[in-house]
């Protein structure tokens, strides 16, 4: 169970095979094994990178706050949040995230409430660079209608 935040880049595969790896030493009760690798889009051409900035110490606390919490609910055997911060430019990956669980739904599960808590309420400030500039990018509405189906209280746009 770990989380980085780090300006630096990573293999979203080799992260995989790591956390694989450690979920086998763990011992034989892990039955499925859940990732998400999210890259930077370059919509069109138009985006020419995404900047996260992030109070570490407090974003880490907020994050693992969730992410453990996340962990006891869906009985996780493990899981692994990467999360870049800094600039990142098209087809970077952004972020990684897994999950292993004795059953693949609680699996599935725990990844997408993970993500989607990382898209709406983890304390990320986001910046689109695009070719006449630069604006800061909130979450989507759709964003917030995925976040809504977990039992916790979700930040909403002012």
């Given at each position: 169970?770990s989380l980085?935040?780090?300006?630096?880049?990573f293999?979203?595969?080799s992260e995989l095979?790591a956390f694989?790896?450690?979920?086998?030493?763990q011992?034989?009760?892990?039955?499925?094994i859940?990732?998400?690798s999210?890259?930077?889009?370059?919509?069109?051409?138009?985006?020419?990178?995404?900047?996260?900035?992030?109070?570490?110490g407090?974003?880490?606390?907020?994050?693992l706050g969730?992410?453990k919490a996340c962990a006891?609910?869906r009985d996780?055997?493990?899981?692994?949040i990467?999360?870049r911060i800094?600039?990142?430019r098209?087809?970077?990956?952004?972020?990684?995230?897994?999950?292993?669980a004795?059953?693949?739904?609680d699996?599935f599960?725990?990844?997408?409430?993970m993500?989607d808590?990382?898209?709406?309420s983890?304390?990320?400030?986001?910046?689109?660079?695009?070719?006449?500039?630069a604006?800061w990018?909130?979450?989507?509405p759709?964003?917030?209608?995925?976040?809504?189906?977990?039992?916790?209280?979700?930040?909403?746009?002012?």
């Amino acid at each position: 169970m770990s989380l980085t935040l780090s300006p630096d880049q990573f293999d979203a595969a080799s992260e995989l095979a790591a956390f694989e790896a450690a979920c086998r030493g763990q011992g034989l009760e892990t039955g499925g094994i859940v990732s998400f690798s999210g890259l930077v889009r370059a919509d069109g051409g138009r985006v020419t990178g995404l900047e996260l900035e992030a109070y570490a110490g407090f974003a880490e606390r907020q994050i693992l706050g969730m992410a453990k919490a996340c962990a006891a609910q869906r009985d996780l055997i493990a899981w692994r949040i990467r999360h870049r911060i800094g600039l990142i430019r098209p087809a970077e990956t952004v972020v990684f995230v897994a999950a292993a669980a004795r059953h693949r739904r609680d699996a599935f599960l725990a990844a997408d409430e993970m993500m989607d808590y990382l898209k709406t309420s983890a304390p990320f400030w986001k910046k689109s660079h695009e070719a006449d500039g630069a604006h800061w990018v909130d979450p989507r509405p759709q964003d917030y209608s995925d976040a809504s189906r977990w039992d916790r209280p979700q930040e909403t746009t002012p």
